[in-house]
């Protein structure tokens, strides 16, 4: 299946509208449930981490004799940077997880913004018949993620070389995923397959890996990370408009 020629707008273009689309009177209602999880979450994750690294270092200093106390300056950025990978993953997995029926429907209502065309989606019986269904797809999304982060995490223990390219492949995985993560809102709500999806991702990759990097960079940044996930999402579904609706577009689309 060939994908329409793609307008002249970059992923970044398309992050960058999220922030003026979150800020649409029709959209707000939809926005501050996943950004309340977000908050309460991330709060969560941030206490877990700060405690379980507060006494891994504890037991670490009593373990170690104290002739070898220059180890714990070679250890301790390895465990913390180890510690923050796997609370991150954790934080968002779980954030992913419960967030997503609330994202697909934002994905829905920024579509219907967009093009001014309802998603023919039922009525909540059917909203709830659906979820064992969303919940698949990000099944799918994990499974997709977490062998080729554990190869990439690989990389992070070989000496020297190893740890000189990790973050920049890290980095490149991380953006192609964020890209994968919120792209896939609306094209789920079409019913496209997840194979589908990065096919199509694929074939536009300048356009989808500039919008994962513009997500990546952002959720780096205080504060503003607390907002990315609507923004994301709102950014990926004008991308798809753009992009790919007329070509995947199904029966969900309201009947004129």
Known sequence: M??????AKSGIQYFMDGFSLIKQP????FVVVPLLCNLVLFAGALMLAINYLSQ???SVDASVPSWLDWISFLLWPLLIIAILIVFSFIFSAIMNWIAAPFNGLLAEKVEQLLTGKPLYTGGAMDAVKDLPRVFGREWQKLKYYLPRALLVLILFFIPVVGQTVFPVVWFIFSAWMMAIQYCDYPFDNHKVTFADMKQALLRTRGSSMSFGVAVTLFSMVPIVNFIV????ICGATAMWVDKYREVYRNNRIAPE
């Open 56 to 58: 891994l270092m504890q």
């Open 2 to 7: 060939n994908v329409s020629a793609p307008p």
């Open 229 to 232: 996930m609507p923004v994301a």
């Open 26 to 29: 029709g959209l707000r209602r």
